[in-house]
């Protein structure tokens, strides 16, 4: 009986301390809010057969560990190209693809950056995308307003910082899309519900917490 393997049992203990450490990751209610915590507000109101594109550094990566899928060919990103720029385009043509499906872009703000003028062609196109800009100004950490303004001042300012005051939202606006700023769970849950109504492009900044000024750390420089 497979239930009674004791490496199935060690599996699935496993996978139930793994899933309790999502689900606290998933609830924090730390503001600004973490990435875990914005994601899960967004699956939560994602329909079934969604189209789900995400893009960006951290974005993708956790992305990939939040959502799940119950149909087939309905995720997109770079897969291991760890190219940025290609979130848009591909928006586009999998709403052209699905016209009776949603899309949905999750995307980070310097991700979004590569391709932010294909929000005018989307609305040109009139098709009714939803862009989800994950903001945590810049790329893989960002930095307080205040932690900016130093750095700036003192000529040292990471080239991965973006400044934290730009208005993604209202980029869609420009173009005759639907904009939305939001910085809390609620809001975030509300503006994505309010976006797979409308009927046309739809963007919303989300806010987070930058993370910070840090070197950036990875395993295979240990080696």
């Known amino acids: 009986q ?8 060690t599996l699935a203990a496993h996978s139930s ?3 309790q450490k999502q689900q606290a990751k998933y609830l924090n209610p730390m503001l ?5 915590r914005a994601f899960y507000e967004i699956k939560q109101k994602l329909p079934h057969d969604v189209v789900l594109i995400s893009e960006g550094a951290n974005t993708m990566d956790i992305a990939r560990t939040v959502y799940d899928f119950q149909m087939p060919r309905r995720r997109l990103d770079c897969a291991t190209f760890a190219n940025m720029g290609v979130g848009l385009g591909f928006a586009i043509a999998a709403q052209v693809h699905y ?3 949603h899309v949905v872009a999750i995307v980070g703000d310097s991700a979004f950056g590569f391709s932010a003028m294909e929000l005018e062609t989307a609305v040109r196109s009139h098709l009714p995308l939803v862009i ?3 903001n945590n100004n810049g790329i893989y950490f960002g930095l307080e307003q205040a932690e900016y303004d130093a750095l700036e001042q003192q000529g040292r300012l990471p080239a991965t910082a973006l400044r934290p005051d730009v208005r993604y ?17 609620d809001d975030l849950s509300k503006a994505v519900e309010e976006s797979l109504q ?6 919303i900044n989300c806010l987070i917490a930058p993370g910070g000024y840090q070197k ?3 395993a295979w420089m240990a080696k």
């Not at 497979?2 to 049992?9: C, H, K, L, R, T």
């Not at 600004?32 to 875990?36: A, D, G, L, Q, V």
């Not at 939202?169 to 769970?185: I, Q, R």
């Open 2 to 9: 497979p239930d009674a393997n004791q490496y199935v049992q």
């Open 17 to 19: 301390l793994n899933a």
């Open 32 to 36: 600004p809010m973490s990435y875990h």
């Open 99 to 101: 016209p009776e499906s």
């Open 132 to 134: 989800i800009v994950i």
């Open 169 to 185: 939202e209202m980029f869609a606006e420009a173009v005759g899309g639907k904009g939305y700023l939001v910085s809390t769970p």
């Open 198 to 203: 409308h009927k046309g492009l739809s963007l």
């Open 216 to 218: 950036l750390d990875f």
